[in-house]
T-cell receptor
């Protein structure tokens, strides 16, 4: 069964500190991996999308890495801000022909404390 | 541009009642999707559409129907609501599948008593 697992489930860090969120997946065939940020009470917002050939992708203070061999990804947040408090969802797109289904992780809830 | 909008934002239904959730996008996207998000679970695809006049079943379609009469609108219907349909519903749209980003609406919180 195609699955996406994220760790930790929740995390509290001090403002200004860095943190790394983990994602492991068993989705096959693989098309791409996405990270979304979801603020409380809002819809997810795309941070990065990485295809098989991409190892690293940045979006401001967010840097995602992908190791397609080990089926792992990480999202690194640099110099955290209070506005980074949110859930971060790892999503893997199934490959193959036709419609490509997205498999969602359950997210890591990040709280940035002043 | 408003992006993806959803109405209503919140609704309470009694078991057996019906309702329609409306999703609208102004990005001229071909693909539209309805998801539900439940505590402790990842988002699950209910139905999707690959273009005006088309619909297809997703992962959890039972108890829901959809229609896409206009390219910019995607409607999700509950004919006879059940408590198990208590959830937050998100609509999304994208230009294509593959590596195209999906843009999500703000969600509709539905409580079925």
């Amino acid at each position: 069964k195609n699955q996406v697992e994220q760790s930790p489930q929740s995390l509290i860090i001090l403002e200004g500190k860095n943190c790394t969120l983990q994602c492991n997946y068993t989705v096959s065939p693989f098309s791409n991996l996405r990270w979304y940020k979801q603020d409380t009470g809002r819809g997810p917002v795309s941070l990065t999308i990485m295809t098989f050939s991409e190892n690293t992708k940045s979006n401001g203070r967010y840097t995602a890495t992908l190791d397609a061999d080990t089926k792992q990804s990480s999202l690194h947040i640099t110099a955290s801000q209070l506005s980074d408090s949110a859930s971060y969802i790892c999503v893997v797109s199934e490959g193959g022909t036709g419609f490509q289904k997205l498999v969602f992780g359950t997210g890591t809830r990040l709280l940035v404390s002043p | 541009n408003a992006g993806v909008t959803q109405t209503p934002k919140f609704r309470v239904l009694k078991t057996g009642q019906s309702m329609t959730l409306l999703c609208a996008q102004d990005m001229n996207h071909e693909y539209m999707y309805w998801y539900r998000q439940d505590p402790g679970m990842g988002l699950r695809l209910i139905h999707y559409s690959v273009g005006e006049g088309t619909t297809a079943k997703g992962e959890v379609p039972d108890g829901y129907n959809v229609s896409r009469l206009k390219k910019q609108n995607f409607l999700l219907g509950l004919e006879s609501a059940a408590p198990s349909q208590t959830s937050v519903y998100f609509c999304a749209s994208s230009y294509s599948t593959g590596a195209a980003a999906q843009y999500f609406g703000p969600g509709t919180r539905l409580l079925v008593l």
